[in-house]
């Protein structure tokens, strides 16, 4: 059984417009999943079907099932997922930027009474990510992207999860630091055994690091394999990995969509 289980799931918002369509996911225990696509594509509305914030964008799962451990999880409000193991790091790196690493690592934890238990946690958090530890002094609001998006990540791990969601962790930062993001995120997930889904527009990046991927286009997964699978479809090459660059070339795109009739 997979730890999270998407079955034919349909979203709208606003009660009329369609944003996923039948899209079906499945992450096994400890597995590292991701979720590829451009803008639009319908990848953080599915992250948010499974965490359970849809309702404040008036948007609501209509068809489908989401279960998590064996559990229907889609009548659970979003702190109870949190306790059940579902955490989500937002896009765009929300930190509270008046506060200093260890105190935004601590404002995730009213759920832990134990201080001395809270002080062990953070102090791993800042062996996990020694950049955040070298920057103990400094406001949130002063780290750069990357340590931004780190701090969000040891939040997240704050809240000992069983699945990290992690919505696009490479937008728009350089390679060097795209690389050290990747390779905490596969040390957290095989000395851990905390299992991810990986929201990604840098195909290149995420191929790399995962077993298995779905390719997710205007609401529909158009395909899904192991990572070296879609690595070595011509397609794939061509739309999303094509001139080595990580950006994804939108007239390939197109033509890859004329091309796809087969891939179905
Ligand atoms: N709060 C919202 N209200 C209405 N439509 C939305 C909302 N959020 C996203 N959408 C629409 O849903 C589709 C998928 O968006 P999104 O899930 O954000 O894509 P991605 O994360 O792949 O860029 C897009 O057409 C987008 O315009
Ligand atoms: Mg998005």
Do not use: C
Not at 101 to 109: H, I, K, R, Y
Not at 157 to 168: A, F, I, V, Y
Request: without cysteine; aromatic residues 4%.
């Amino acid at each position: 059984m997979a730890l999270l289980s998407v079955n034919s799931v349909e979203v709208v918002y606003d009660q009329v417009a369609l944003a996923v369509k039948g899209v079906s996911i499945e992450v096994p225990e400890a597995g590292l999943v991701a979720l590829l696509g451009a803008n639009g594509a319908g990848k953080s509305t599915i992250l948010k079907a499974i965490s359970g914030l849809l309702a404040p964008e008036r948007g609501a799962v209509s068809r489908g099932t989401i279960s998590f451990a064996g559990e229907d999880i889609l009548r659970l409000d979003p702190p109870t997922r949190v306790r059940r193991g579902i955490v989500h790091v937002l896009e765009g790196r929300k930190v509270f930027e008046h506060l200093t690493p260890a105190e935004n690592l601590m404002a995730a934890t009213t759920m832990h009474k134990d201080r001395a238990m809270v002080a062990q946690m953070i102090d791993h958090m800042l062996d996990l990510f020694p950049r955040l530890a070298t920057r103990a002094k400094a406001k949130a609001g002063y780290l750069s992207g990357g340590e931004q998006q780190m701090l969000a990540i040891a939040r997240a791990l704050m809240t000992k999860p069983k699945l990290l969601l992690l919505d696009e962790p490479s937008l728009g930062l350089a390679p060097l630091l795209v690389d050290e993001i990747f390779d905490i995120i596969t040390r957290i997930n095989r000395e851990q055994g905390v299992a991810v889904l990986l929201v990604e527009q840098n195909a290149v990046a995420a191929l790399d690091v995962v077993q298995h991927a779905y390719l997710i286009e205007q609401g529909r997964i158009v395909m899904s394999g192991t990572a070296d699978l879609l690595r070595e479809n011509p397609d794939i090459k061509e739309a999303y990995l094509g001139g080595g660059t990580t950006q994804v070339d939108y007239h390939a795109v197109k033509h890859y969509r004329r091309r796809k009739r087969w891939l179905a």
